[in-house]
């Protein structure tokens, strides 16, 4: 008689304050035969938290060795073993280590469940002020300074909601990157040290938030930024040009953005849109 087959369980971890945690977090990690964590130590500390007492065994499972693990974890779910994934904050898989473990267990005929709980996602969307019927996710922005604006590049045009992570030291550099790409007067969040005793949210226009975010950010960041709005067509003629340049500058976007952004929108060059801007060739 063949051995039943394990269970894989994705176990979402606070974000901040261990009160957060789902109550079955703590039933999960006293019953796991296996725990494979982002960081053990960071576990052990959760777990005192939560007045639990581990009884399976502890495994190490982030970025550097899950390629070497995910094979050995997925033997142990074959042979039986309730293994639960447990990365440093939040939802496993979710810019964490995981979607290499889910895929091969899945690929193994493997039942995975999950621990629904945290997200730095959905809390910084919920704060954020901004729409949230429609959103995206897209983790953290490249490091080069190129590669981080071709993303952004073909992100200007997103209607949805966009939810950024960000590293503290590189918060201010992003910011003004995304102010560069989707213009400074577009509505944002940063939302930083969520569910913790600093909780700050910060919002307004990327080119302001950009200029708080130069004197230094420290903590978890998450940045939330609203959607393009898509504005019909322009027609040609001076008068039309003139108001759709009007309408831009009065949401906040320089006169050199909002010509060049009505030029594209009417299909025409800068420097038409310029001259009617200016008056320029008509009869005085």
């Given at each position: 008689?063949?051995?039943?087959?394990?269970?894989?369980?994705?176990?979402?971890?606070?974000?901040?304050?261990?009160?957060d945690a789902p109550p079955r977090l703590a039933a999960e990690l006293a019953g796991a035969d296996v725990i494979a964590?982002?960081?053990?130590?960071?576990?052990?500390?959760?777990?005192?938290?939560?007045?639990?007492?581990v009884?399976?065994?502890?495994?190490?499972?982030?970025?550097?060795?899950e390629a070497a693990r995910t094979p050995r974890l997925v033997e142990r779910l074959l042979a039986g073993d309730r293994v639960v994934l447990a990365t440093d904050a939040g939802m496993p898989s979710v810019s964490d280590p995981g979607y290499r473990l889910v895929?091969?267990?899945?690929?193994?005929?493997?039942p995975v469940t999950v621990v629904p709980g945290p997200s730095a996602v959905l809390a910084a969307l919920a704060v954020s002020g901004l729409p949230v019927d429609r959103f995206c996710f897209e983790g953290f922005l490249p490091r080069k300074a190129g590669e981080r604006a071709r993303r952004l590049a073909g992100l200007a045009d997103e209607e949805r909601t966009l939810v950024f992570f960000e590293a503290p030291h590189r918060t201010a550099t992003a910011l003004a990157a995304m102010a560069e790409a989707f213009g400074p007067a577009r509505p944002a969040a940063v939302c930083r040290e969520?569910?913790?005793?600093?909780?700050?949210?910060?919002?307004?226009?990327?080119?302001?938030l950009a200029d708080w975010a130069a004197g230094g950010v420290r903590g978890e960041v998450t940045v939330v930024v609203s959607g393009a709005v898509v504005s019909p067509p322009v027609a040609a003629d001076p008068g039309s040009l003139r108001a759709a340049v009007a309408a831009e500058e009065g949401?906040?976007?320089?006169?050199?953005?909002?010509?060049r952004a009505v030029a594209s929108r009417a299909g025409l060059p800068k420097r038409t849109v310029y001259d009617a801007v200016h008056g320029v060739g008509e009869d005085a």
């Open positions: 008689m063949a051995s039943p087959i394990g269970v894989l369980v994705l176990a979402a971890t606070p974000i901040g304050q261990a009160a964590a982002e960081d053990t130590r960071r576990l052990a500390r959760l777990a005192g938290e939560l007045g639990v007492d009884k399976g065994r502890v495994t190490s499972y982030f970025e550097g060795n895929a091969a267990a899945v690929a193994a005929g493997v969520l569910t913790k005793t600093h909780e700050e949210v910060r919002r307004g226009g990327l080119g302001e949401r906040g976007t320089s006169r050199k953005d909002a010509i």
